[in-house]
């Protein structure tokens, strides 16, 4: 089969590979029909996330047919059309009983390096780094989709892909941060990057009955984006995000802030060449800076939300405000699992139609092209869905 | 990692045990290697510069073996590994408990373990060490169900070794903690103290895995593997003999 590997810092290549065979009795392998460019996948490109190996087959966005199964999966029928979470999860240990699917205690066959990094292990993720796991990602024409028996979720026929695949990843990951927060109609919410997780975490917002969303960025057409959805913007090249936020707020800044940026903000000015200069030599993993901003700005008492994606240490984040304000601070890897059927219930409802966010539709031998193009803002690229078969 | 070697230079000069910190610098050198290794699969760019550095750093972990095993050769060594680790199941102890006592069941989470089998009521044991296997008798010792196991291998045993497994019931009937202790005689005790050293790093890894899979296979009836999954580096493997 046809799949993306990972090489190096930007260096991404199409390669015919073995295709993927039942490894587990739990397993199936699903024929991808669409599969999906995440922002998180850029922090790979870029060489931040830590473990991983030339050859990895990276991806978690993606959906398609089941092709077989193996031989413990009975609530699945070869040639269901589905939609597979990107993190994998047993559904039998403490966590998944929790609901903390994203902790899952048993599907990350390299616990013990994410032991040494992070103290614990979360749970086994696709295509995304050795630490959680080593799983062969989705950006391919076939995978191999683990305790499959839990994670996909089958869609009805009348919903095309393109309305149905964020429920992968981007939407419950926007839905849940923006669910962290406690939203009441009289909340203003602020969110940091308008990339697609942004723009999720906007919708979510307003369908969680926000009061106000205001979105910040630089780029034009994500601002724009972000308007449409019903949000007020700050370009923060053009003016002062605390200023502004304080401004609109009467002074006592958002009630909720969300980062939906992570490790690689950009800043202007001395503290972004501080932090490029320190990520560089490996002093920090991140660049922290739409975090510091937003912790800042946040109201007392008020929350913070991050599911934006760190990997290992960042510095100077101003625990200060945190302690003596009173914040929340609510994080974590998305446990899709949850919130596959609310979340189909509210497209079926026509609430939302998530195929908003996309801007380009490639092949997957594109694929290469869609990354730089993705990662440069080329063509006021903002989501990018390819198609492998 | 700097301030490792330096915490550990100094435990080398201040301290009377030398050969324990020797053994601490080796595996440290171990570990700087397995980082050296991970960077010459992501990294094609510094290729030199991190053979020279990987040289560097093999030359001084075969020095420190050499004056680990010079310092231990005055040390009491025994060669007497003991490891322990601990697990949080989720189920019953009388569960977990019924799965352990057949011993048959061992080669499905023991990594390197190939066949367990009864006879006469006593344990027979054939395990992979390396190119070769080791094989064993051992007697139960203790057997309270749904509480304690424990073994001990007899009749001069290739691998002389006992081991104990309790199985206690978590706070609010969540499951049971299964605690895991083994001990034997190092096979490669005459290597001296850093082969020891590095030995029981190994063995704790390895018996923590083991406990890891006999939760995965308890609370899922299987654990998670990624061998035998498509990768790049097959592809790359496969043009590198084509052009030879």
Same mark, same amino acid.
């Given at each position: 089969?046809?799949?993306?590997?990972?090489?190096?810092?930007?260096?991404?290549r199409?390669?015919?590979?073995?295709?993927?065979?039942?490894l587990?009795?739990?397993?199936?392998?699903?024929? !991808?029909?669409?599969?999906?460019? /995440?922002?998180?996948?850029?922090?790979?490109?870029g060489?931040?996330?830590?473990?991983?190996?030339?050859?990895?087959?990276?991806?978690h966005?993606?959906m398609?047919?089941?092709?077989?199964?193996g031989s413990?999966?009975?609530?699945l029928?070869?040639?269901?059309?589905?939609?597979?979470?990107?993190?994998?999860?047993?559904?039998? /240990?403490?966590?998944?009983?929790?609901?903390?699917?994203?902790?899952?205690?048993?599907?990350?066959?390299?616990a013990?390096?994410?032991?040494?990094?992070?103290?614990?292990?979360?749970?086994?993720?696709?295509?995304?780094?050795?630490l959680?796991?080593?799983?062969?990602?989705? $950006?391919?024409?076939?995978?191999?989709?683990?305790?499959?028996?839990?994670?996909p979720?089958?869609?009805?026929?009348?919903?095309?892909?393109? $309305?149905? *695949?964020?429920?992968?990843d981007?939407?419950?990951?926007?839905?849940?941060?923006?669910?962290?927060?406690? !939203?009441?109609?009289e909340?203003?919410?602020?969110?940091?990057?308008?990339?697609p997780?942004?723009?999720?975490?906007?919708?979510?917002?307003?369908l969680?009955?926000?009061?106000?969303?205001?979105?910040?960025?630089?780029f034009?057409?994500?601002l724009?984006?972000a308007?449409?959805?019903?949000a007020?913007?700050?370009?923060?090249e053009?003016?002062?995000?605390?200023?502004?936020?304080?401004?609109?707020?009467?002074?006592?800044g958002p009630?909720?802030?969300?980062?939906?940026?992570?490790?690689?903000?950009?800043?202007?000015?001395? !503290?972004?060449?501080?932090?490029?200069?320190?990520?560089?030599?490996?002093?920090?993993?991140?660049?922290?800076?739409? *975090?510091?901003?937003?912790?800042?700005?946040?109201?007392?008492?008020?929350?913070?939300?991050?599911?934006?994606?760190?990997?290992?240490?960042?510095?100077?984040?101003?625990?200060?405000?945190?302690?003596?304000?009173?914040?929340?601070?609510?994080?974590? $890897?998305?446990?899709? $699992?949850?919130?596959?059927?609310? *979340?189909?219930?509210?497209?079926?409802?026509?609430? !939302?139609?998530?195929?908003?966010?996309?801007?380009?539709?490639?092949k997957?031998?594109?694929?290469?092209?869609?990354?730089?193009?993705?990662?440069?803002?080329?063509?006021?690229?903002?989501?990018?869905?390819l198609?492998?078969? | 990692?700097?301030l490792?070697?330096?915490?550990?230079?100094?435990?080398?000069?201040?301290?009377?045990?030398?050969?324990?910190? +020797?053994?601490?610098?080796?595996?440290?050198d171990v570990?700087?290697?397995?980082? +050296?290794?991970?960077s010459?699969d992501?990294?094609?760019?510094?290729?030199?510069?991190?053979?020279?550095?990987?040289?560097?750093?093999?030359?001084?972990?075969?020095?420190?073996?050499?004056?680990?095993?010079?310092?231990s050769?005055?040390?009491?060594?025994?060669?007497?590994?003991?490891v322990?680790?601990?697990?949080?199941?989720?189920?019953?102890?009388?569960?977990?408990?019924?799965?352990?006592?057949?011993v048959?069941?061992?080669?499905?989470? @023991?990594?390197?373990?190939?066949?367990?089998?009864?006879?006469?009521?006593?344990?027979? &044991?054939?395990?992979r060490?390396?190119?070769?296997?080791?094989? &064993?008798?051992?007697?139960i010792?203790?057997?309270?169900?749904?509480?304690?196991i424990?073994?001990?291998?007899?009749?001069?045993?290739? +691998?002389p070794?006992?081991?104990?497994?309790?199985?206690?019931?978590?706070?609010?009937?969540?499951?049971?903690?299964v605690?895991?202790?083994?001990e034997?005689?190092?096979?490669?005790?005459?290597?001296?103290?850093?082969?020891?050293?590095?030995?029981?790093?190994?063995?704790q890894?390895?018996v923590?895995?083991?406990?890891?899979?006999?939760?995965?296979?308890?609370?899922?009836?299987?654990?998670?593997?990624?061998?035998?999954?498509?990768?790049?580096?097959? @592809?790359?493997?496969?043009?590198?003999?084509?052009?030879?």
């Amino acid at each position: 089969m046809k799949a993306l590997c990972w090489y190096g810092k930007e260096d991404v290549r199409v390669e015919t590979v073995p295709d993927p065979r039942i490894l587990n009795p739990r397993d199936a392998i699903v024929k !991808i029909s669409s599969t999906a460019i /995440c922002g998180s996948d850029l922090h790979l490109y870029g060489g931040f996330i830590p473990s991983m190996r030339r050859g990895d087959i990276i991806g978690h966005e993606f959906m398609g047919e089941i092709v077989e199964l193996g031989s413990k999966v009975s609530n699945l029928r070869v040639g269901d059309r589905v939609v597979v979470p990107f993190p994998i999860a047993c559904g039998n /240990c403490f966590s998944c009983e929790a609901g903390m699917y994203s902790l899952c205690e048993n599907s990350n066959p390299n616990a013990w390096m994410a032991e040494k990094l992070w103290g614990h292990s979360p749970a086994g993720l696709f295509g995304y780094s050795h630490l959680t796991g080593g799983y062969a990602g989705g $950006q391919a024409q076939y995978a191999r989709v683990p305790f499959a028996d839990v994670g996909p979720i089958k869609v009805p026929e009348h919903l095309s892909d393109e $309305q149905v *695949l964020f429920l992968s990843d981007i939407f419950p990951t926007g839905y849940m941060a923006a669910e962290a927060c406690g !939203i009441r109609p009289e909340h203003t919410v602020a969110v940091w990057g308008c990339g697609p997780v942004g723009q999720f975490v906007i919708k979510s917002a307003f369908l969680l009955g926000a009061g106000r969303v205001i979105a910040i960025d630089r780029f034009p057409e994500r601002l724009r984006m972000a308007r449409e959805s019903g949000a007020k913007t700050i370009n923060y090249e053009d003016a002062d995000v605390y200023d502004s936020l304080l401004e609109i707020t009467g002074g006592l800044g958002p009630d909720s802030v969300i980062d939906a940026v992570g490790m690689e903000a950009h800043a202007p000015g001395p !503290i972004g060449a501080y932090d490029r200069f320190k990520q560089a030599v490996m002093l920090q993993t991140g660049r922290p800076t739409a *975090l510091r901003q937003a912790i800042r700005a946040c109201r007392n008492g008020g929350t913070v939300s991050i599911p934006g994606v760190y990997g290992g240490f960042v510095d100077k984040i101003p625990m200060g405000s945190v302690m003596n304000r009173a914040l929340t601070i609510k994080s974590g $890897q998305t446990p899709v $699992q949850r919130y596959l059927h609310p *979340l189909l219930e509210r497209i079926v409802k026509g609430e !939302i139609d998530p195929g908003f966010v996309i801007t380009h539709r490639m092949k997957l031998e594109d694929a290469p092209r869609a990354y730089s193009m993705f990662r440069n803002k080329q063509d006021e690229c903002i989501k990018v869905v390819l198609s492998p078969n | 990692m700097g301030l490792r070697e330096i915490g550990v230079g100094a435990g080398i000069l201040a301290s009377e045990r030398k050969a324990g910190w +020797l053994r601490a610098r080796v595996a440290g050198d171990v570990i700087d290697l397995a980082m +050296l290794k991970s960077s010459f699969d992501s990294r094609r760019s510094r290729r030199v510069r991190l053979s020279g550095a990987t040289a560097g750093v093999a030359a001084i972990t075969a020095a420190d073996i050499f004056y680990a095993r010079k310092l231990s050769a005055v040390e009491p060594g025994t060669g007497h590994i003991r490891v322990e680790a601990s697990m949080a199941v989720n189920k019953p102890a009388a569960e977990c408990y019924e799965f352990w006592r057949d011993v048959t069941n061992f080669p499905k989470f @023991m990594k390197n373990v190939e066949t367990t089998r009864v006879s006469d009521g006593r344990t027979h &044991w054939k395990v992979r060490a390396g190119l070769t296997n080791l094989e &064993w008798d051992a007697d139960i010792t203790e057997d309270v169900p749904s509480e304690t196991i424990s073994w001990q291998s007899v009749n001069c045993a290739e +691998l002389p070794n006992s081991g104990s497994v309790r199985f206690e019931p978590r706070l609010g009937a969540r499951g049971a903690n299964v605690r895991l202790a083994m001990e034997y005689e190092a096979p490669a005790a005459g290597l001296g103290g850093a082969a020891d050293g590095f030995l029981k790093t190994i063995s704790q890894h390895q018996v923590r895995e083991n406990l890891r899979r006999f939760k995965s296979v308890m609370e899922c009836g299987e654990f998670p593997v990624t061998e035998g999954q498509p990768s790049g580096r097959q @592809m790359c493997a496969a043009k590198k003999e084509a052009v030879q």
